[in-house]
């Protein structure tokens, strides 16, 4: 069982910056590939970032390429998903996800099996 607790989200102007974290429980963090995803109202939940469990190899989907980044911290049990240039379509909640073990990311929720409760982000223009 692995809890995952999410933070850093707000409100934003269109533009600006924040830096979501997610903690995770457990000791078996860093065979976990991360994941982030968002999901706006009236919308399904869509991929946003994903690490595999050693970080080698990440995905950002197109609408969020060089603006966002994603990096894990396996000393801290922690992953983060920078946002720069912040857009009001980058409004929704955001969770991230665990995938274990030892695996590569994947790009669909359901491969994944831990979730957060998620967080708020507001971008306003």
Avoid at 118 to 125: D, E, M
């Amino acid at each position: 069982q692995v809890d995952l607790v999410e933070s850093g989200g707000g409100l934003v102007q269109a533009g600006g910056s924040l830096r979501l974290s997610c903690e995770a429980s457990g000791r078996t963090f860093a065979s976990y590939a991360m994941g982030w995803f968002r999901q706006a109202p009236g919308k399904e939940r869509e991929i946003v970032a994903a690490t595999s469990w050693d970080g080698r190899s990440t995905y950002y989907t197109d609408s969020v390429k060089g603006r966002f980044t994603i990096s894990r911290d396996n000393a801290k049990n922690t992953v983060y998903l920078q946002m720069t240039s912040l857009k009001p379509e980058d409004t929704a909640v955001y969770y991230c996800a665990a995938k274990g073990y030892f695996s590569d990311y994947d790009v669909f929720p359901q491969g994944y099996d831990y979730w957060g409760q998620g967080t708020q982000v507001t971008v306003s223009s």
